[in-house]
């Protein structure tokens, strides 16, 4: 389960990564995720700011309208509700993005691609990262980190329009929320010695 969650979690990054481009698409494509060489296989489900992504047992909702995702436990019928963070708008338009450079022309799924050298910086923290975007429309289909460690790929995209079903909530969860950590005592003033 564990190397399952991390790989999902990898995947979250990405799809709030891609939302902000994505949302002048509608479609569906498989996902294929690499963490450490273990491949996790979803499906990705877009309609304009709305996102889905589905892997094993788990779903991840993405709701530009609402700036929410819901990580969905579908064992469980249980939820889990977040904030959409920075980083959920396009690269190209990014606050974060200090510096794209061009590194050079690959293909992609068959598909005619640049790749690119992308430094995000948020508050004192950098990350650089790979992204390839289709030379055709702009779409940025992978991303990965410089050392290989992990990537992520949509592949056998479909143009079309999404059920509004695959957005929502389904009947019957319940949402989960983490339990709060026990707060420490106060140390007593002058406490420590004198």
């Given at each position: 389960?564990?190397?399952?969650?991390?790989?999902?979690?990898?995947g979250v990054t990405v799809l709030t990564m891609f939302?902000?481009?994505?949302?002048?698409?509608?479609?569906?494509?498989?996902?294929?995720?690499?963490?450490?060489?273990?491949?996790?296989?979803?499906?990705?489900?877009?309609?304009?700011?709305?996102?889905?992504?589905?892997?094993?047992?788990?779903?991840?909702?993405?709701?530009?309208?609402?700036?929410?995702?819901?990580?969905?436990?579908?064992?469980?019928?249980?939820?889990?509700?977040?904030?959409?963070?920075?980083?959920?708008?396009?690269?190209?338009?990014?606050?974060?993005?200090?510096?794209?450079?061009?590194?050079?022309?690959?293909?992609?799924?068959?598909?005619?691609?640049?790749?690119?050298?992308?430094?995000?910086?948020?508050?004192?923290?950098?990350?650089?990262?790979?992204q390839w975007f289709l030379d055709d429309s702009g779409?940025?289909?992978?991303?990965?980190?410089?050392?290989?460690?992990?990537?992520?790929?949509?592949?056998?995209?479909?143009?079309?329009?999404?059920?509004?079903?695959?957005?929502?909530?389904?009947?019957?969860?319940?949402?989960?929320?983490?339990?709060?950590?026990?707060?420490?005592?106060?140390a007593p003033s002058g406490a420590g010695g004198e």
């Amino acid at each position: 389960m564990r190397k399952s969650f991390t790989g999902f979690v990898t995947g979250v990054t990405v799809l709030t990564m891609f939302s902000g481009v994505a949302a002048a698409y509608d479609f569906s494509a498989d996902v294929v995720s690499t963490q450490n060489k273990t491949e996790m296989k979803g499906k990705i489900f877009v309609s304009g700011d709305r996102s889905r992504m589905e892997m094993k047992d788990m779903a991840i909702i993405v709701r530009g309208d609402k700036k929410v995702s819901w990580v969905l436990m579908n064992d469980q019928k249980m939820y889990m509700e977040n904030p959409i963070t920075p980083g959920s708008v396009p690269v190209e338009k990014d606050p974060s993005q200090v510096e794209k450079v061009v590194v050079g022309k690959e293909k992609v799924d068959g598909k005619p691609a640049t790749k690119y050298k992308v430094t995000l910086e948020s508050g004192k923290q950098k990350t650089v990262v790979y992204q390839w975007f289709l030379d055709d429309s702009g779409f940025p289909v992978k991303s990965a980190a410089l050392d290989g460690s992990w990537s992520n790929e949509f592949k056998n995209m479909k143009s079309g329009a999404q059920p509004a079903s695959l957005f929502e909530i389904p009947a019957g969860f319940q949402k989960f929320s983490m339990p709060a950590m026990p707060s420490m005592p106060a140390a007593p003033s002058g406490a420590g010695g004198e």
